[in-house]
């Protein structure tokens, strides 16, 4: 009846294949729902029993393969009381790599630059600027990154965290994200914090479509702070940083 026309995620990713599936006869009957790979290997099946003229949906958790690229994998319903397969349809699988090293920084600052006050906090781990009565602030963190062969820049993403105390003293507090080549900004978004009254605790994601040819790239996020004249302490991190391509 339905399924996921496609499926994508990062090399040896865990994703969710939704599957309904309608029983036509007029008796009560079971299928086998097996997702097969484009070597013909079982990634995942599922049994249902489904009453006669009704619908049944199964989940089915699949692990994309370990190389980058794009690959036709089907889905088969197989009918156990005839045991012939009554549908196969096939599906899109999009495998996208990482370009970003420890991006959850549980290794430190290992690969990144921090320009102070960014530091590593090892206890969250996470990076992150805590300050009490700052003053202006414009700094970043950012990683050089190295493409072999030409790709596709699919998506940026992030968690991030900003606060500021007491409320309404900072005139601004920004997050600007960016990819650079050399002093060029190829691609840049702000995250703003906007809440005056609480942190700003989020997930930016952004989906691209930049292509790169080979080269040394950089991925930079830059924390802006306007601290105002009475600004006690300001609390930013950032955690779990990631950029995917595709060849």
Known sequence: MSYNSSIAGPVG???????TVQNTGNARGSAVLTVIDQYGNTVNSRTLSIPAGQTATATLTVTLPASTGTYT????ALNLN?????????????????LIKNGDFSQGSAYWTLQSPWRIDTSLQL????LTNP???SASISQTFTVSSTTTLTQLQLYYYMDAH????????????????GSTILW??????QKRNEPSEDTFTAQLSI???PGTYTLRIKALLNAGGNLNQVDIRVDNVSLLYAP
């Open 211 to 213: 292509r790169l040819a």
């Open 166 to 181: 007491p409320p309404g003293q900072a005139n601004s507090l920004q997050l600007v994200v960016s990819i650079e080549s």
């Open 127 to 130: 990076a992150r600027i805590n």
């Open 135 to 137: 003053r202006d602030i």
């Open 13 to 19: 990713s865990k994703q969710r294949l939704v599957v």
């Open 188 to 193: 840049s978004q702000t995250i703003s914090w």
């Open 73 to 76: 994998w089907k889905i088969q």
């Open 82 to 98: 005839t045991t012939r397969v009554d549908d196969e349809k096939t599906f899109m699988v999009s495998v996208y790599g990482e």
